[in-house]
């Protein structure tokens, strides 16, 4: 499948989806959600692949949502329209693990599509913000929300209002991504990250993803509960019986993800 705003590619089980509008430094607008959010929900079906890549330019993860379309609207516009809402929701339907591998510039919807992901892999070259407020606008997917999560409020709070960037470095000081690596090592790292991924139970990589977000949704004690109902549901599967007989016989697992 080809799509015209992002370009896809697989290597073994793992699928790279590239933001491709290089003029306006992949500025996000709706005809590139929609075409992430198919390829999304295509290689999340295609059980021949167990994890995906979501990436950019080496200049730009992405600058954001596209401000000359959001220059247009009033208010109505954005009410009536549903804006480009429900396109930015698609990617918290994958069930799959997601990788943000981020170069450049992740800037207010680029900086919460990154934070949309699984985790994120940055470049040394990388830098994070939430520039809104210089647009006269809050941000609008999940910003203020997922940041101070990841983050800190005061990290948080920092960004937002002064609308400032963060480099790689102190991005990954602050708890916003996982790794920082050399900007030409970037896709390297990201890939050899995803395929240790496809190599575990694929439905277990499902629980893990499924029980971490949980743990932003609700209370500790819930989150347990829930956390404990999947762990005990592992012990009906054959991969957890493989997992464990592999060790115990000391050679690597071969799961079968059943
Ligand atoms: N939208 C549209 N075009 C953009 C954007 C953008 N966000 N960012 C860059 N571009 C375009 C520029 O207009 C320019 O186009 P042209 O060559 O035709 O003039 C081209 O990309 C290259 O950009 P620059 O010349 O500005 O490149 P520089 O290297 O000088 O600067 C920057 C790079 C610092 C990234 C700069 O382009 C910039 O500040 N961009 C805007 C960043 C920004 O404010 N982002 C936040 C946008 S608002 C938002 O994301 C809200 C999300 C709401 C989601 C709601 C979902 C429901």
């Given at each position: 499948?080809?799509y015209?705003n992002?370009?896809?590619e697989?290597?073994?089980k ?5 933001l ?9 607008n709706?005809?590139l959600m ?38 247009r609207?009033n208010?109505?516009?954005v009410?009536?329209?549903e804006?480009i809402?429900?396109n930015w929701e ?7 693990p ?14 919460e599509?990154a934070m ?9 070259n990388?830098k994070?913000g939430?520039p809104?407020i210089?647009?006269g ?9 997922r940041l ?18 963060m ?5 990954e ?26 190599e575990?139970?694929?439905?277990v990589?499902?629980m893990?993803?499924d029980?971490?977000?949980r ?5 500790l ?6 956390e ?6 592992c ?9 464990m ?9 071969s799961?079968?993800?059943?």
């Amino acid at each position: 499948m080809s799509y015209e705003n992002v370009l896809t590619e697989t290597i073994g089980k793992v699928a790279v989806i590239r933001l491709n509008r290089p003029k306006a430094l992949n500025a996000l607008n709706d005809a590139l959600m929609i075409d992430l959010g198919n390829a999304l929900l295509a290689f999340d079906a295609d059980e021949n692949i167990g994890c995906i890549i979501v990436t950019g330019s080496e200049k730009a993860f992405a600058a954001g949502a596209d401000i000359t379309v959001m220059a247009r609207y009033n208010y109505m516009d954005v009410l009536k329209g549903e804006f480009i809402t429900r396109n930015w929701e698609t990617i918290r339907r994958v069930r799959k693990p997601v990788i943000a591998a981020v170069a450049g510039y992740a800037l207010g919807g680029g900086c919460e599509l990154a934070m949309m992901c699984d985790f994120i892999i940055a470049a040394d070259n990388a830098k994070f913000g939430q520039p809104e407020i210089k647009l006269g606008i809050v941000p609008g997917a999940g910003g203020t929300q997922r940041l101070p999560r990841a983050v800190s409020k005061a990290k948080a709070m920092d960004l937002c209002l002064t609308g400032r960037m963060m480099d790689a470095q102190e991005a990954e000081r602050a708890g916003l991504v996982s790794r920082v690596v050399p900007a030409d090592k970037l896709m390297d790292e990201a890939l050899a990250a995803a395929i240790v991924i496809t190599e575990m139970s694929q439905p277990v990589a499902a629980m893990v993803k499924d029980s971490v977000n949980r743990a932003y949704e609700t209370t500790l004690a819930e989150g347990i509960k829930y956390e404990r109902a999947l762990f005990y549901s592992c012990f009906a599967t054959e991969d957890q019986t493989e997992g464990m007989a592999a060790f115990l016989e000391k050679r690597p697992p071969s799961f079968k993800n059943q």
